[in-house]
Structure formats: C-alpha cells, structure tokens
C-alpha cells in the first residue's frame, strides 16, 4: 500500500506543531513528526547555518496537491522546501492514515 511522505524544514518547533497540528485537525494529514536539525545553506550571498525542524506529514496520495497548498499558505519562509515522496507500507498502516484524511 502507498502513501505520502512529506518533509518540511521550518525556524521554529512552535510552527512546526502549528502546521503539523492544523494538518491532522483539518484531515490533510493523519499524522505528524517533528525532528531538531541543523541545516548548512546559501542564502542572500552568504552560506548559512541555522537550526530548524523538520516536520513531517504521512498522508495519502490524493491529498498531494491539498496538503503542498496549505503548507505553502502557511509557511512562514519566502522560499520553503517542501518535498514529497510516495512510499511504500504495511496494509494495517496504511489503512490507518486512509481512515485518518479526508476522502
């Protein structure tokens, strides 16, 4: 069974949850990890090291498109990163996350 795996680097922990909370409230999501990371990047002329979270989102397929908009609505970066990936898990899981979205 396929789902999708969205990764999504923001500045702070309470954005994170903002999104990732909002996401599973309006059923774009059926779950939500945050992760610390420091990230090396170029950034107006100069090579940047910062710290952020890496939110990420498990959905389904369908919601793709949904899901990328509201991120971007809600983002607070000029240029934020948000990545996807189908991926492949057990039938219990994904059955869950089905459950957990809007169809």
């Known amino acids: 069974m396929q789902i999708s795996i969205f990764y999504i680097p923001v500045n702070s922990s309470e ?3 903002i999104i990732g909370r909002v996401a ?5 999501a059926a779950c939500a ?3 610390p990371i420091q990230s ?12 952020e979270f890496v939110l990420i989102l498990k959905t389904i397929t369908t919601l ?3 899901l990328s ?5 809600n983002h607070p970066y000029e240029i934020p990163c948000i990545m996807n990936w189908i991926v492949e898990v057990n039938q219990e899981y994904g059955e869950w996350v089905e459950r ?3 169809q």
């Open 64 to 66: 793709n498109e949904k």
């Open 15 to 17: 954005i994170a949850q």
């Open 24 to 28: 599973v409230e309006k059923k774009l």
């Open 40 to 51: 090396i990047f170029p950034w107006e002329g100069a090579v940047q090291d910062e710290s």
């Open 69 to 73: 908009n509201f991120i971007r609505e």
């Open 100 to 102: 957990n979205v809007i």
């Open 33 to 35: 990890n945050i992760f």
